[in-house]
């Protein structure tokens, strides 16, 4: 469905498979031309195989193509990056299917497919517990890999834990850094989605469940979850909100998108479902740059020391088509001062010495193909500040 501004509706389409009892749409995004949607279809033995279908802006069907070999569960959620007019990458896991639970294993597979939906290329890794599935894929400012997933184990009776986990990966797909977020204690702990910010950090938002016992109402307390993370996936801050109040029934409280603001601060957006109840309620929590929804003598869970002033780099046009112009404030004025503009890949493509004194720069973006790129400001080689750019002609 389409809404205009007002929230009035301009088109609805559906999207009907006679050999798929169930379709999950999980990503729409968009593209030169229209919309790619991605998602997975439920065959009529429950087996998931993935999807991407290209529509135009009137939601008309282009193409659709499907990715897997209807043999097992193959399942996608927000992970499909637009990296040029020809290349959108795709995350994804392969689990096996009506498997005893001491052989289940996963596999996260990453892949590429072209205007028109062929493979460019994929990589996919070893079965394992330590990466059950992939969420919120993204490149950072170093040009690695970056996602969420889950690390799971089993108990005796074949329950499953699960212990979020965020994975950064170079260009050869191998491990840089692999960070554990919160305990193994539940599987209810993941998360949903991973947003990128302005500065280069990105921010989780999922749900986070804790067991406390308590004699009337229940012992699984499913907390509103988000996470501010840098580049390399290191946690910055993180906070878990109770939105609604507990109750005798098992509840969840999820977030599953967010927008930054220009003043750094945060809105993430959510829901609150109940089992004792079929009605589910939104969620809104505003926070700023530190997780903090009163700003009064609050300070995020794990404080980050600035050692370096603070410099604001003002990037404009962005998205641009000939050019970008940079602007530094706050900036020491040092003799080594360097921008350096990166393409997805993190190959270099420009590279600025800033003279001493020197407040603004003009990047000739027309010379690059379009797409998305990095900007990275250093001052006597420590990072100060990065961000993206996006080019389009």
């Known amino acids: 469905m389409k809404v205009d501004n007002d929230g009035n509706q301009v088109w609805l389409r559906e999207y009907t498979d ?16 229209g919309y790619l949607i991605s998602g997975m279809k439920q065959a009529l033995d429950n087996k998931l195989d993935l999807f991407v279908k290209k529509v135009d802006y009137n939601g008309a069907e282009i193409w659709e193509r499907s990715y897997g070999k209807g043999n097992a569960r193959d399942d996608i959620f927000d992970s499909m990056l637009i990296r040029d007019a020809n290349e959108y990458v795709i995350g994804s896991s392969n689990q096996p299917y009506m498997v005893p639970w001491q052989q289940f294993e996963s596999r996260i597979k990453i892949f590429a497919i072209d205007s028109v939906g062929n493979i460019k290329w994929s990589w996919l890794g070893e079965p394992s ?5 992939l969420d919120g ?4 400012v170093e040009g690695n890999w970056i996602y969420a997933t889950v690390r799971a184990e089993f108990e005796m009776d074949g329950f499953m834990k699960r212990q979020p986990r965020v994975v950064v990966r170079d260009g050869n797909f191998n491990i840089v850094n692999a960070v554990d977020l919160d305990d193994m204690d539940a599987n209810g702990n993941f998360i949903l989605n991973m947003l990128p910010l302005e500065n280069g950090d990105f921010l989780g938002l999922g749900k986070n469940n804790e067991k406390v016992p308590n004699p009337v109402l229940a012992e699984d307390h499913g907390y509103a979850w988000m996470v501010r993370m840098e580049y390399d996936g290191d946690t910055l801050w993180e906070r878990k909100d109770l939105v609604f109040p507990d109750s005798i029934f098992a509840t969840g409280q999820y977030l599953h998108s967010a927008v930054e603001l220009s003043s750094g601060s945060i809105i993430a957006a959510g829901y609150y479902d109940s089992s004792a109840d079929p009605k589910n309620w939104g969620i809104l929590i505003k926070v700023d740059k530190d997780g ?7 300070s995020g869970i794990t ?4 050692v370096h002033p603070a410099v604001e780099v003002r990037v404009w046009p962005n998205p641009a088509s000939s050019h970008v112009d940079f602007y530094f404030q706050n900036a020491t004025g040092g003799q080594h001062r360097q921008l350096l503009i990166t393409d997805l890949a993190g190959r270099p493509v420009q590279h600025f ?13 027309a010379e690059v193909p379009p797409g998305v790129y990095f900007y990275r400001y ?9 961000g993206k750019i996006v080019v389009g002609k």
């Not at 006679?18 to 968009?30: A, C, G, L, M, P």
């Not at 894929?137 to 950072?140: K, T, Y």
């Not at 010495?353 to 973006?365: F, H, I, Q, V, Y």
């Open 18 to 33: 006679s050999n798929s009892s169930q379709d999950f749409f999980r990503k729409i995004v968009e593209i030169n031309d």
């Open 129 to 133: 517990l330590d990466e059950v599935w």
């Open 137 to 140: 894929l993204n490149i950072n």
């Open 292 to 298: 903090c929804i009163d700003t009064l003598l609050c």
């Open 303 to 306: 404080p980050v020391e600035e």
């Open 353 to 365: 010495a800033l003279p001493e004194g020197e407040t603004s720069l003009r990047w000739n973006a």
């Open 378 to 386: 250093m001052e006597n080689g420590v990072l100060l500040k990065a």
